[in-house]
């Protein structure tokens, strides 16, 4: 049961992602976010920087994919490895995503004859913006690997990547899904930042999501958030983090869905009806107060910074860029009230 602090029953996750020593990204984003939305979290971290890249320089080291797997083991030969849901991030490489299908792999086969008892939260992070930033090799690894998840969160440019359908408006959105659904049978698939410019249209971006049904065929659904003018880090892991907890929230507060094969609502429940529904309108009120926040705070840092350099005969480029990645570093610590407590502006609409 949910404690009145809460929202979720008692969950054990296994994260998989990046982490960084200074900021929030990655693991150091999710971990944050889960535990203090109450969820027991252990971090598998496959990438140990000093900083996300967003700065143009970081140091440390990346994983190997041997070396997933033996933390994996070591869990497991401690019985360390009871887990009711699995998120996966940033993964290093094809071996390393290989890797960790397999992790997810053994988490579902023990929960085989108990439905509903392990979910596995996938964001195939590739690329953004119409440019992979992975090695080519990985986009046939995940190819392979989202038929075993349970709720993928690729962006839009991962989304045509892993469909093969170029996403120019509203109905190559539905064929995108709708590929997704059948070809991989993926229950569920929220894209973010979907940018589909409408004529005279205030600037925005759209998250779409959809459940199927029985028949592998789209419960699509739509909410649109305005676009803030900051470039942040971490807003995919962020969403990630957010999403597997109010997942789980909404499907816990819906008699007999959690034993149900992937949290999977009967053919009759209406797309604005979905528990992923739901839950993602919650993420993205969080989110947007956070990031709100974050951009206010950012630009009273950049306007110190000004008032530091104004009248030097020469700006240090490289010092401004530290400073702006540095300013924007999401403000996560002093808004917990924003990720406990959102309130709910952006509702979904049908498709």
């Given at each position: 049961?949910?404690?009145?602090?809460?929202?979720?029953?008692?969950?054990?996750?296994?994260?998989?992602?990046?982490?960084?020593?200074?900021?929030?990204?990655?693991?150091?984003?999710?971990?944050?976010?889960?535990?203090?939305?109450?969820?027991?979290?252990?971090a598998l971290n496959t990438v140990q920087f000093s900083n996300h890249l967003g700065y143009?320089?970081?140091?440390?080291?990346?994983?190997?994919?041997?070396?997933?797997?033996?933390?994996?083991?070591?869990?497991?030969?401690?019985?360390?490895?009871?887990?009711?849901?699995?998120?996966?991030?940033?993964?290093?490489?094809?071996?390393?995503?290989?890797?960790?299908?397999?992790?997810?792999?053994?988490?579902?086969?023990?929960?085989?004859?108990?439905?509903?008892?392990?979910?596995?939260?996938?964001?195939?992070?590739?690329?953004?913006?119409?440019?992979?930033?992975?090695?080519e090799d990985v986009v046939p690894a995940y190819k392979h690997l989202i038929k075993d998840?349970?709720?993928?969160?690729?962006?839009?440019?991962?989304?045509?990547?892993?469909?093969?359908?170029k996403i120019v408006d509203m109905e190559t959105l539905k064929q995108a899904i709708t590929?997704?659904?059948?070809?991989?049978?993926?229950?569920?698939?929220?894209?973010?930042?979907?940018?589909?410019?409408?004529?005279?249209?205030?600037?925005?971006?759209?998250?779409?999501?959809?459940?199927?049904?029985?028949?592998?065929?789209?419960?699509?659904?739509?909410?649109?958030?305005?676009?803030?003018?900051?470039?942040?880090?971490?807003?995919?892991?962020?969403?990630?983090?957010?999403?597997?907890?109010?997942?789980?929230?909404?499907?816990?507060?819906?008699?007999?869905?959690?034993?149900?094969?992937?949290?999977?609502?009967?053919?009759?429940?209406?797309?604005?009806?979905?528990?992923?529904?739901?839950?993602?309108?919650?993420?993205?009120?969080?989110?947007?107060?956070?990031?709100?926040?974050?951009?206010?705070?950012?630009?009273?840092?950049?306007?110190?910074?000004?008032?530091?350099?104004?009248?030097?005969?020469?700006?240090?480029?490289?010092?401004?860029?530290?400073?702006?990645?540095?300013?924007?570093?999401?403000?996560?610590?002093?808004?917990?009230?924003?990720?406990?407590?959102?309130?709910?502006?952006?509702?979904?609409?049908?498709?």
């Open positions: 049961m949910p404690s009145e602090d809460f929202p979720v029953p008692e969950t054990n996750v296994l994260a998989v992602a990046s982490h960084v020593v200074y900021g929030y990204v990655g693991n150091t984003m999710a971990t944050f976010v889960m535990q203090s939305l109450g969820c027991e979290v252990a143009g320089q970081a140091k440390g080291t990346r994983a190997t994919a041997q070396e997933i797997a033996d933390l994996y083991e070591g869990l497991r030969d401690s019985y360390l490895d009871q887990f009711d849901m699995m998120l996966s991030g940033y993964l290093p490489g094809a071996p390393s995503v290989e890797a960790v299908g397999a992790i997810a792999r053994d988490l579902k086969y023990k929960a085989t004859m108990k439905p509903g008892s392990f979910f596995w939260v996938l964001d195939p992070v590739m690329g953004d913006n119409g440019h992979l930033y992975v090695a998840a349970d709720l993928i969160l690729p962006n839009q440019f991962e989304a045509e990547t892993l469909s093969g359908v590929k997704l659904h059948e070809q991989y049978r993926i229950p569920h698939i929220l894209i973010t930042s979907i940018s589909l410019l409408e004529p005279g249209a205030v600037t925005s971006l759209s998250v779409v999501g959809s459940t199927f049904t029985s028949g592998a065929t789209p419960r699509m659904f739509r909410i649109q958030i305005p676009a803030i003018d900051c470039f942040f880090s971490g807003t995919g892991d962020m969403f990630a983090a957010l999403m597997l907890v109010r997942f789980r929230e909404a499907v816990y507060n819906t008699e007999g869905l959690m034993s149900k094969y992937a949290w999977v609502s009967d053919d009759n429940v209406e797309a604005l009806d979905l528990p992923l529904a739901r839950a993602t309108e919650k993420v993205l009120a969080s989110m947007h107060e956070v990031l709100t926040k974050t951009k206010e705070r950012r630009d009273t840092e950049m306007d110190k910074y000004n008032q530091r350099v104004k009248g030097a005969e020469e700006e240090d480029e490289k010092k401004l860029r530290l400073a702006k990645s540095k300013a924007a570093e999401v403000r996560l610590v002093r808004n917990l009230g924003a990720l406990r407590d959102p309130k709910i502006i952006f509702r979904a609409e049908d498709v």
